[in-house]
């Protein structure tokens, strides 16, 4: 089944500029050097799950209580984009994404081009079979931000910046 990811590529982008949150495309080849463009050292990180791609050495993926202290950049990787609300979803992963997505001030979740759904309610049907396992996910939409105490907030319970990268893939047509 082709999916027109053109259109849900430009809603996904378009939703996170309404958040204020940048994306950058990439393709796989160029990857660690567009990273290092976005992150901040000292820079922590989960493993990335996509064959083309893998964290660089000075990203540390084995982060201590202290290391997430002191990280002014968590890197994981997200398994869905949601076009209409810029959303990513984070799978809870045995290494600790949860933590590594929360603690820096900026986020940079990576996740590949064929991964956007355009809605909710696609997202969920792809999700439901790892949630019915007992497997957990966090959706997150942009930055961090209460208003709780009265003015906004940023970075109150989380992230207080998020830059999302993209993994750009050659289409089936491409030659």
């Given amino acids: 089944m082709s999916v027109d990811t053109g259109s ?43 064959p083309s791609v893998s964290l660089p050495d000075w990203v540390d993926d084995e982060p201590t209580p202290p290391d997430l202290e002191s990280a002014t950049t968590g890197i994981t990787a997200a398994s869905i984009g949601i076009a209409d609300y810029g959303s990513v979803v984070l799978p809870a992963t045995p290494s600790g994404a949860e933590q590594v997505s929360l603690f820096p001030d900026l986020h940079v979740p990576v996740l590949c081009e064929s991964d956007l759904v355009a809605d909710m309610p696609t997202a969920i049907e792809r999700l439901g079979p790892q949630l019915r396992e007992g497997h957990s996910a966090i959706v997150a939409t942009g930055p961090s931000a209460t208003a709780d105490m009265g003015s906004l907030v940023k970075g109150a319970h989380g992230p207080r910046d998020v830059h999302v990268l993209l993994l750009e893939e050659a289409g089936e047509d491409d030659e």
């Fill in 8 to 50: 849900t590529t430009q809603r996904f982008e378009a939703a996170l500029a309404d958040l204020e949150v940048p994306v950058t495309s990439t393709d796989p080849s160029k990857f660690e050097h567009t990273l290092e463009r976005i992150a901040g050292e000292p820079a922590i990180g989960t493993s990335l799950p996509f």
